[in-house]
């Protein structure tokens, strides 16, 4: 099992940076036996996959939506994860929500049907 808690949401301006954080807290296990993932729900839409991380932190997988812009990323020695996003667009306001993958496999897990554990996500809301 794994607990997740996401935070570094918040309001900013078109053009501009965030960073959000993911902290895992494994129990019975170990963080380096999850991949991980982004996914996010903007208003009116349904919830879409943003970003996947392999169990080692090596691979990444992302939406054509931010690609370029979006660079998702782990520590293994710190059980966190990051999504850092760049040249925000008012289209990225969205609650945003990490997630965890137990997996024997190498490589990122896009289907949200292939994750376990849920963070309860964090407001990222764009402003032109």
């Known amino acids: 099992q794994v607990q997740l808690v996401e935070s570094g949401g918040g309001l900013v301006q078109v053009g501009e940076s965030l960073r959000l954080n993911c902290a895992a807290l494994?129990?019975?296990?170990?963080?380096?036996?999850?991949?991980m993932g982004w996914f996010r729900r903007a208003p009116g839409k349904e919830r879409e996959f943003v970003a996947g991380v392999s169990r080692g932190g090596r691979t990444t997988d992302y939406a054509d939506s931010v690609k370029g812009r979006f660079t998702i990323s782990r520590d293994n020695t710190k059980n966190t994860v990051y999504l850092q996003m760049n040249s925000l667009k008012a289209e990225d306001t969205a609650v945003y929500y990490c997630?965890?993958?137990?997996?024997?496999?190498?490589?990122?897990?896009?289907?949200?049907?292939?994750?376990?554990?849920w963070g309860l996500g964090t407001q990222v809301t764009v402003s032109s």
């Open positions: 997630a965890a993958a137990l997996t024997f496999a190498t490589d990122p897990v896009k289907g949200s049907t292939g994750y376990e554990y």
């Open positions: 494994p129990s019975g296990d170990i963080f380096t036996n999850y991949a």
